[in-house]
């Protein structure tokens, strides 16, 4: 059965395998907002922080990313916001909004996220990504994960920042 969230109360499906805390975290290529290619997952040698966002164009997606700015500020982490936003409205969105300390980028090219299992499977969203945040260490193992269970929700960035700062 497929790992469903919901989006204003209705389930939705997603697509790909569950990645679960003690999974190694796959490798996946995402585009940044310069059209550079970045490798997110597996072992990077410190720690990421991989965020899942359906797109920067909504409030909700806004503020979290704008949020994770601010809190990863200082930190030596690796953090990565992806959504299926093509990376010139990425650039424009950092441009914006002072967007600094964390990598914007997205899955349009590749759509490697499905191997996350944050691909949205059916409905009006089909085609972008759930709201999710993974923490993976230096190894490349997931020691954190937060599917957001409605996607017009924000995560919880307390859970995620006491993870991040216990690496």
Do not use: H
């Not at 204003?8 to 999974?23: F, H, Q, R, S, T």
């Not at 020691?143 to 409605?150: A, D, G, H, N, S």
């Amino acid at each position: 059965m497929a790992v469903t969230v919901n989006l204003k109360g209705n389930p939705v499906a997603l697509a790909g395998p569950e990645i679960n805390v003690g999974d190694r975290a796959p490798e996946a290529v995402v585009v940044a907002s310069d059209l550079s290619e970045k490798t997110i997952g597996g072992a990077k040698g410190k720690p990421q922080l991989i965020i899942t966002v359906p797109s920067l164009d909504t409030p909700v997606c806004e503020t979290e990313t704008k949020k994770f700015n601010e809190i990863v500020a200082g930190l030596d982490i690796d953090v990565t916001v992806v959504s299926m936003d093509l990376p010139f409205a990425e650039k424009r969105f950092c441009e914006s909004f002072n967007i600094e300390n964390v990598t914007v980028a997205s899955d349009f090219r590749y759509r490697d996220m499905e191997k996350y299992g944050v691909l949205i499977a059916e409905g009006a969203l089909k085609g972008i990504l759930a709201r999710a945040v993974f923490v993976v260490d230096a190894e490349g193992k997931v020691v954190y994960k937060q599917l957001v269970p409605e996607i017009t929700e924000e995560p919880n960035y307390d859970d995620v920042l006491s993870c991040v700062k216990s690496l």
